[in-house]
């Protein structure tokens, strides 16, 4: 097996705030596995949130060691070797993940959603994302969006009232907020809430901090509309302990390792009794497309992070009137631009 990884930057439309950063580029790691003639694609799109850069992928990748692996067929091996190899570093093993999936698909000719059993036709429709900004770049935003029927509305910052006055002036389609931990007390999060159930909102995400499971308990104890977990829920095992604080969780393969824990996620989401979103960061067609390979299995989707940049390297799965279309190709579907 032979591993390349190169970096990769991703431009994006328009300038995309959310309740904590702000970026024009978005840079991955491409990673190509190669054996007996097949390249199995994944990729690594690191978030300083989870203490990963560009740097720290790239070191993790060139640490990794699999001569003593005779074929990705050893896939549950090989991810536990990587597992170990480091804490953290969730984005980069994400990317070996994907890859090793990918392979396994393009061996076998089959789709992963088909490997799994899975009915594409079930694939969600996805949101679009409106990051924080000013109101006429969000009325642009949301006339560059009429395809899609669901928004989702990143607030958070200082202006919430004013986004959703110029987005509801705008459109009555369904919203889903995203706050990303950005309202920081109990009581903030909660007249937030209440203000928004007001306003057509399907569920809420992250209201508040992560480290704060008590107080969004607290919260999710007053108001009607669902929570949804994503910056506290991470992996696997932080799914047990959020019963009572939100109704669902968001699995994102760069936060969870891959494929394989994502599907556990949504396992044991289920055994919980809560809703489960599939979410992405700023990502080319290869990260996404394997995302959706598994989303018939799921609720919502949110997986618009090709579709808000301009030079994807990949083609992969499509989004057409907001539903994502699945290629009838092998493995997550993706294949190189030319
Ligand atoms: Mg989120």
Request: hydrophobic share 40%; net charge negative.
């Amino acid at each position: 097996m032979k591993i390349t990884c190169s970096s990769y930057d991703l431009k994006l439309k328009h300038t995309f705030t959310i309740a904590r950063s702000s970026r024009d580029i978005s840079p991955v790691v491409i990673v190509e596995l190669e054996h007996e003639g097949i390249v199995g694609y994944g990729e690594a799109a690191p978030t300083r949130r989870y203490g990963e850069t560009i740097e720290t992928v790239m070191g993790f990748l060139k640490g990794l060691n699999l001569s003593s692996f005779e074929s990705p067929f050893q896939l549950e091996t090989i991810l536990e070797y990587v597992e170990r190899l480091a804490p953290g570093n969730t984005s980069a093993k994400a990317a070996i993940d994907i890859a090793l999936h990918d392979w396994i698909g393009k061996k076998l000719n089959v789709p992963l959603f088909r490997y799994w059993g899975l009915d594409r036709e079930k694939a969600p429709i996805t949101s679009f994302t409106i990051g924080i900004d000013s109101p006429e770049i969000i009325a642009q935003k949301v006339e560059e969006a009429k395809e899609y029927p669901i928004l989702k509305i990143k607030l958070g910052g200082s202006n919430d009232e004013e986004i959703m006055k110029t987005i509801r002036k705008a459109t009555d389609k369904t919203l889903r907020v995203d706050a990303n931990e950005g309202w920081k007390t109990r009581e903030i999060a909660l007249k937030k809430i209440q203000w928004l159930e007001q306003e057509g909102v399907e569920f809420v995400e992250q209201p508040m901090p992560a480290d704060d499971l008590e107080g969004t308990a607290w919260v999710h104890e007053r108001v009607k509309l669902p929570l949804i977990a994503d910056e506290n829920s991470l992996r696997l095992h932080d799914i047990p302990k959020l019963q009572g604080a939100f109704d669902g969780i968001n699995i994102k393969l760069m936060k969870c390792t891959g494929l394989r824990e994502a599907l556990r996620m949504a396992a044991t989401a289920r055994a919980c009794n809560m809703k489960i979103m599939t979410g992405c960061m700023i990502e080319s067609s290869v990260a996404i497309s394997a995302a959706a390979q598994f989303s018939p299995l799921i609720d919502y989707a949110d997986l618009d992070g090709a579709a808000l940049t301009i030079n994807d390297p990949f083609d992969g799965v499509v989004i057409v009137g907001g539903k994502l279309v699945l290629p009838d190709r092998p493995g997550i579907g993706a294949v190189k631009k030319m």
